[in-house]
């Protein structure tokens, strides 16, 4: 028989190792005896990187799915609401006026996988909107300063779709928490300072100098352990695919920013003003921002870029410390080798710009939660698929988080131009771009089931940014004008409807972390 898989050792904490063995031991029902045991090793020297606080809305069916009241994680983690992002100053001023546009989470009203406006905005039944305020009822909310439910929308159900800003530190220590207490999972606290293979070159064991715990022994192994990929580099060298010349920020520097009016109202979006060199993103948690200017340091140096980060978040800076962190940017070769997969920052990392580092680790965590093979026999196809899916994942968020910048008009500074010339874009995307100049986007271009950026995502972001797509040639085949019409119309009168009723996004916040929500 096949050598069976019982025990599943974790090498890393953070978000990424405890969100793991959340997933894990949930489905796999770790606490009942003769189920698979899951153990997590982490050092109790490494402090958490935390610079993603922003997630997908896939989170929350994975918090429902391990057991997490949503009111209990909220009010532990720090937690906001979040409905999308607002990009500021990515293109040139027009008339004086800066350039924003939201890439929300939803549209509500129509699918573009059915039936996209799309066309009918370019052929200008938008009447000059902009393309977030045409299609969209969310951005109309987050304009208002509103919340993407009501008190009496029961836990994790949503009027708007949403997902979360919360403080990545806390959230792992509250996963911490409830892995151990509730779910069964075994917590070690050590470092690991060597890793034992077998003859067939799987891993056996890990050794820590933790001298109660000096090997934990495991039949499968996950790899958490950020960029040190103690298991992946370490131990199997993996390689690893830098993508530095295509993605060029290359550095963060944060700050935590206290709430100088303890009653100032949180946005419910991530806001992303475009810099010379970079962007800083702006995250409002439940009792502080979460401020960062993610950067090129080949285009600017940290004292400048640091100055303007100062600048954008004024005399709330003073006094402040700024943490510089350098980023990594890449991914293997292979996720997934022999009895060992890699999950978090020893995967891969692209940058925060739409927060899809939290977003991996948690479609990670549950594909292989899904798929978990119970014997070596069964290992090598899933081991395949998995492969085969993160690596279009990561091919697929790379190309997505380029467009962002290569479709900007601006030419102002030398990053700006560096990140538009041809030398830095992804072939696919460029096959994909000079497409679209004629053709919209359609759901034809998106083949893959579990692409991370889908159809409504990319025409939010070209459209936002007037990316120019000619269709006089073939305008005639848009002839659905009159419903065309009245989808625009219905998006209206429903954003009317909604901003009349949603409650402002700190008045709900207070009221969940005082009274909950309702339990469905």
Known sequence: MSHQINQVVIVGGGTAGWLTAAVLSSQLNSSKSGAVQITLVESPD???????????????????????????FMRQCDATFKQGALFANWMKPKN??????????????HSSYEFSLAPYYL????????YDHVVATQSHVCDNGLAPKEKTTPEYQAVQEYSYHLNANKFASFLTKHCVENLGVKHVLGNV?????????FIKSVVTDNSNHAEIQGDFFVDCSGSKAILMAQTYQIPWNDISDIILNDTAIAMQVPYADPQREIASHTIMTAQDNGWIWDIGLYNRRGVGHVFSSKHTDIETAEKQLREY????????????????LGYREKFWHKNCVAIGMSAGFVEPLEASAIYLYDAAANMLADQFPRSRGAMQYVEEKFNRSFTMRMERTIDFIKLHYCISDRDDTQYWRDNCSKHTIPDTLL?????????????????????????????????????????SHNQHSFNMTGLAKRKIQDVSELSSRLVKHLPKHRDLLDKVYKYGFTKI
């Not at 490494?46 to 069916?61: K, S």
């Not at 300072?193 to 070159?201: A, F, G, I, N, Y």
């Not at 771009?433 to 083949?447: C, I, M, N, S």
Request: hydrophobic letters at 35%; glycine letters at 8%; proline letters at 7%.
């Open 46 to 72: 490494i402090p958490i990187l935390g610079v993603g606080e922003g997630t997908w809305p896939n989170l929350r069916a994975t918090l429902r799915k391990v057991g997490i009241e949503e009111a209990d």
């Open 96 to 109: 004086g006026q800066l350039h924003e546009y939201y890439h929300p989470l939803n549209t509500v009203s």
């Open 123 to 130: 052929l200008g039944y938008g009447e000059n909107a902009r």
């Open 193 to 201: 300072t060597s890793v034992q293979l077998c003859e067939q070159h």
């Open 313 to 328: 978040v004024g005399p709330e800076a003073e006094g402040l410390e700024a943490r510089v962190i350098p980023l990594k």
């Open 431 to 471: 096959t994909r771009l000079e497409h679209w100049k004629e053709h919209p986007p359609t759901k034809y271009d998106f083949e893959h089931a579990w692409e991370p950026f889908n159809l409504d995502s990319y025409l939010y972001v070209l459209y936002g940014m007037n990316f120019n797509t000619d269709i």
